[in-house]
């Protein structure tokens, strides 16, 4: 491994291969250790040695019932990277590529991250309609992305309002659209009377885009999941037909996934004898 630097240390080669696995199950979320085997490029039986390891210190778990591992809430505590819109990315992460693999087009999960549509989570990686494979991080347009739409069109009043002081007073391109409550008042109307969010050309001319979105536990809008597609293959309506029941389902799966989350949490506070005693 190197790092740019000249330094007189030698790499300590399983700490690396330890924080190798945790990065890539922050992106990959549930994983086989055949799958993250192949991801980081380590045999199975060192990698199931590195795995055992953070089990044992708590910041990796197994799956009882197919042996697939995933982070713990006990990485949250080491960075403060490790937000409410990447843990949600992580529990998207395997209904999306679910999804990806019935329909073969790639899709992105995003979220509103003060003032931006920022990606957590894309299947470009594994589609074979993609072009595009280093999308995670990157901005997408609030107003003329179907995921930016999509967003803005499951806000309630009040969080709308917020959003778009947020997007005024960061500034750029986009102050300007949010300066014009009517015409975004439009376009959350029309998304909303369309059951989905669309785009043609926002990103590029030949990119074409449909877009739902998620909600979390307490029913706000946590981001969005879209589909992305060539324009040449299918208008939006067309795609719309043959695909909004697939992602329909996609986000169906990952709501419930987020509910069921947040009642572990609340069960384990409640479990929590400090918890416990603090409501004494």
């Known amino acids: 491994m190197t790092t740019g630097q000249d330094t007189p240390y030698k790499d300590v080669r399983a700490l690396a291969r330890g924080l190798g696995v945790i990065e890539a199950l922050s992106e990959m979320g549930w994983a086989k250790v055949g799958e993250l085997s192949t991801a980081v490029?380590?045999?199975?039986?060192?990698?199931?040695?590195?795995?055992?390891?953070?089990?044992?210190?708590?910041?990796?778990?197994?799956?009882?019932?197919?042996?697939?591992?995933?982070?713990?809430?006990?990485?949250?505590?080491?960075?403060?990277?490790?937000?409410?819109?990447?843990?949600?990315?992580?529990?998207?992460?395997?209904?999306?590529?679910?999804?990806?693999?019935?329909?073969?087009?790639?899709?992105?999960?995003?979220?509103?991250i003060r003032g931006s549509v920022t990606i957590r989570f894309s299947t470009h990686q594994i589609s074979p309609m993609s072009?595009?494979?280093?999308?995670?991080?990157?901005?997408?347009?609030?107003?003329?992305?179907?995921?930016?739409?999509?967003?803005?069109?499951?806000?309630?009043?009040?969080?709308?309002?917020?959003?778009?002081?947020?997007?005024?007073?960061?500034?750029?391109?986009e102050a300007?659209?949010?300066?014009?409550?009517?015409?975004?008042?439009?376009?959350?109307?029309?998304?909303?009377?369309?059951?989905?969010?669309?785009?043609?050309?926002?990103?590029?001319?030949?990119?074409?885009?449909?877009?739902?979105?998620?909600?979390?536990?307490?029913?706000?809008?946590?981001?969005a999941m879209n589909l992305i597609f060539f324009r040449r293959a299918m208008t939006s309506a067309e795609a719309a037909a043959r695909y909004l029941p697939a992602m329909k389902h996609c986000v169906t799966g990952i709501e419930t996934a987020l509910v069921k989350r947040a009642a572990e949490e609340e069960g384990a506070a409640n479990a929590d004898p400090v918890h416990q005693e603090n409501n004494i």
């Not at 975004?184 to 449909?210: D, F, K, M, Q, T």
């Open 176 to 223: 300007d659209e949010a300066r014009n409550r009517h015409a975004v008042n439009r376009l959350v109307e029309s998304v909303r009377a369309a059951g989905y969010a669309s785009s043609i050309g926002a990103l590029e001319s030949n990119i074409s885009a449909i877009a739902l979105p998620v909600f979390g536990p307490d029913r706000r809008v946590a981001g």
């Open 41 to 112: 490029d380590i045999d199975r039986s060192s990698l199931y040695r590195l795995i055992n390891t953070l089990i044992q210190l708590g910041y990796v778990v197994r799956r009882k019932e197919d042996g697939a591992v995933a982070l713990t809430v006990k990485i949250a505590h080491l960075a403060a990277g490790l937000r409410d819109g990447d843990v949600i990315a992580q529990i998207a992460a395997p209904f999306m590529r679910d999804l990806t693999k019935e329909v073969l087009w790639p899709s992105d999960f995003a979220s509103f």
């Open 131 to 173: 072009v595009h494979r280093g999308v995670i991080g990157k901005n997408r347009h609030l107003f003329r992305s179907a995921i930016g739409s999509a967003i803005l069109s499951a806000m309630t009043p009040a969080e709308l309002d917020a959003a778009l002081d947020i997007v005024e007073r960061v500034g750029g391109e």
